[in-house]
């Protein structure tokens, strides 16, 4: 027996006041007349007859009533332990962990034979598959046929186990069935699957949980742990490639790490790892083919994981994207425009350009965006293939100045009104950025465009017109807009470094490279994906154009319908995934296990005792493979006190009552 408030027993304390009400209290006697006293003789009262209780059974009521309440208040408890074998009633419910740690050595294996092993004739039993989430496997039922099916057909996934999700639909269960559960959970109880709270652990009321540990102990396990690569190399760039090798729970020791790409080893390197510790291989020069190339970094880790001894990488190299720049003449806005965008080693497009009076014969869909810097005029030849190409869904830029500005129009935004602003270089008049919108792709990586000073501004008033960043003045400086399926971004200042100083601030060139790769369309995703994330296939306006998927196993995870509808893919196993586009893209996606996986410690024993008694943990001491159970007392103990209440009353009104048809007799005595 146990009390979870046992600081209420100290109200015990009140049992002072019956024993002062019966025994202690003062007595006083009732004066009643008599005629005369010089008859009786004086003498000393004796007061021992006035230390005995009186009122036994009210005393009893009073103190039995002051006692319960302490006690019910401290919420006793009976602490009763059940062996994992013994039988129990309520559905039998077998969860087996299927994750990707349970790959390591015979884990699924014996967690399998082990719930076969506790299947018992006629009794109805749920088979619960989980790793990320929990698959109900079969209807409750007790066909030992159906249920040792549905027990050798679990396979192991490359998802990382959350017993949390397993939680959430033993709950549900619970609700459905509306009877105790008796859960036997087989899993290598791996410490990395507890959430991070441990209220979602809370079994629901009722169930009582058994674990069946798959694994006897912490188990050394080394693992590519992260590999940084590029995603896309542009024309002869090298790539250089960063892989990071771990270990856990294991000693010094030193490993070979090997680069493969194409299925071919391209390099090998040696590193020292500290005991439970981390080191970093760089490969430097890698050049991969032309096209989407498969790599790996690999490890001779020699432990009984091999599944995490390789990560997998999708690097394409491919060609620089035209963008085309249409200028006035100025030789400045193109200089700085060109050492922006192809400052990086491996930079994404190839700059071209063309004076707006050469302008007329130019394709604007040859390019992956159109850039307008401060022109007078546009050709109208090359204005109609604009709006076109721009329609379609492609991109264009515009760059205004004080040109631009004496034309009072903006190219394809038809009823725009235009007026140049001024500023002084001098006495600090010029105008600073007040406000950036900081998850645009233009702003988020340059710094909110901090320092840079707008000494002239071409301010842009049209409908549908987003601002993107705008100076003290409110004056707008980026302006987004969307036209047809393609959008228009226009910049109210130019790139020669008059009209602004932002070609000579540091946020210049990431400010161009992201704007750059926002138009162009360009994804900034990983070199490799998670199990469990989600991979976008097409926009919303893509709708109805069929998109093929090949999974890393050969077979195409979409239907047919599917292949026309779904924007996002879940990315279910490790390997690569071949994307083939509506555009006529072919993509590869490389995708990896959780390494969160690799970390084979087990949960600690006051962990996993508090998870089965659903305390927190310290509160109980039960071992793995026995249940323990609580049997709250208060309400009894609160039960009791209300009838010793009751009781108390009555007995007391009784005594009352008694008491004043005794002084009422008397008075009428007295009075005769």
């Not at 004086?42 to 006035?50: E, F, G, I, M, Y």
């Not at 296939?537 to 090949?550: I, L, P």
Request: a neutral charge; hydrophobic letters at 45%.
């Amino acid at each position: 027996m146990g009390f979870l408030g046992p600081w209420f027993l100290a109200g015990l304390a009140a049992v002072g006041l019956p024993i002062w009400l019966h025994l202690l209290r003062k007595h006083r006697s009732t004066p009643r007349p008599f005629s005369s006293l010089m008859f009786f003789e004086r003498r000393t009262q004796s007061s021992v007859k006035h230390l005995r209780l009186q009122y036994i059974l009210l005393f009893a009521l009073r103190t039995a009533l002051l006692i319960l309440l302490a006690l019910a208040f401290a919420n006793p408890y009976l602490r009763t332990s059940t062996p994992a074998g013994a039988a129990s009633g309520g559905l039998l419910v077998l969860a087996i962990d299927q994750s990707f740690s349970m790959r390591e050595g015979d884990r699924l294996e014996r967690a399998k034979r082990e719930a076969l092993a506790r299947l018992e004739a006629g009794r109805r039993t749920q088979v619960i598959a989980f790793s990320n989430e929990a698959h109900l496997l079969n209807q409750p039922g007790a066909d030992l046929a159906a249920l040792r099916g549905a027990i050798e057909s679990i396979q192991p996934t490359d998802s990382r186990s959350s017993y949390a999700e397993l939680v959430r639909a033993l709950r549900a269960i619970a609700g459905a069935s509306r009877e105790p559960l008796d859960v036997h959970l087989f899993s290598d109880l791996q410490k990395t699957s507890l959430p991070p709270a441990f209220a979602d652990l809370k079994m629901p009321s009722g169930a009582r949980l058994t674990l069946h540990p798959a694994a006897d102990s912490t188990v050394p396990n080394w693992t590519v742990e992260s590999v940084i690569a590029p995603r896309q190399v542009y024309g002869r760039a090298s790539v250089r490639v960063a892989a990071t090798v771990a270990g856990f729970n294991t000693p010094a020791a030193k490993r070979t790490v090997s680069l493969w790409v194409n299925g071919r080893e391209v390099e090998k390197r040696e590193v020292t790892l500290a005991e439970n510790g981390r080191a970093t291989v760089e490969f430097e020069g890698v050049e991969p083919a032309h096209g989407a190339n498969r790599c790996e970094v690999r490890i001779d880790s020699a432990d009984t994981l091999p599944a995490d001894d390789r990560r997998y990488v999708a690097i394409e190299r491919t060609e620089p994207l035209p963008v085309l720049l249409v200028h006035s003449g100025a030789s400045r806005d193109v200089l700085y425009f060109r050492a922006a965008l192809e400052a990086s080693a491996n930079s994404a497009f190839r700059l071209e350009e063309v004076s707006a009076e050469r302008s007329g014969g130019v394709a604007p869909s040859k390019f992956a965006f159109v850039v307008l810097s401060d022109l007078a005029f546009v050709e109208p030849s090359f204005e109609d293939a604009l709006k076109k190409y721009v329609r379609g869904g492609g991109a264009l830029w515009v760059a205004l100045g004080t040109v631009s500005a004496s034309r009072r129009t903006v190219p394809l935004l038809d009823g725009a009104t235009v007026e140049g602003r001024y500023f002084a270089r001098d006495a600090e008049r010029f105008q600073t950025v007040s406000y950036a919108d900081a998850g645009h792709p233009s702003i988020r990586r340059a710094n909110g465009w901090q320092g840079v000073r707008f000494y002239h501004v071409v301010r842009v008033d049209a409908p549908g017109l987003k601002t993107i960043a705008r100076l003290s003045d409110e004056t707008p400086v980026l302006q987004e807009a969307a036209y047809g399926e393609g959008r228009i971004l226009i910049f109210g200042s130019t790139f020669d470094g008059l009209a602004c100083d932002f070609p000579l601030r540091p946020s210049f060139v990431p400010f161009i490279e992201q704007t750059a790769r926002y138009l162009a369309g360009l994804s900034d995703a990983p070199a490799d994906f998670l199990v469990d994330s989600y991979l976008q296939v097409r926009t919303a306006r893509e709708q109805g154009v069929a998109v093929e998927v090949v999974d890393p196993e050969g077979k195409r995870p979409l239907s047919l319908k599917e292949a026309a509808t779904v924007e996002s893919i879940p990315l279910e196993r490790e390997g690569f995934y071949e994307v083939n586009r509506s555009n006529g893209r072919r993509e590869l996606v490389a995708v990896n296990a959780d390494r969160g996986e690799s970390d084979l410690t087990v949960i600690a024993p006051e962990t996993l005792a508090a998870w089965q008694s659903s305390e927190p943990a310290g509160t109980q001491s039960a071992g793995v493979g026995a249940a323990e159970t609580r049997k709250n007392l208060w309400p009894y103990v609160l039960a009791l006190a209300l009838l010793a209440a009751v009781a108390e009353s009555l007995v007391g009104n009784r005594y009352l009552n008694g008491k004043s048809a005794g002084r009422n007799e008397f008075r009428k005595e007295a009075a005769a």
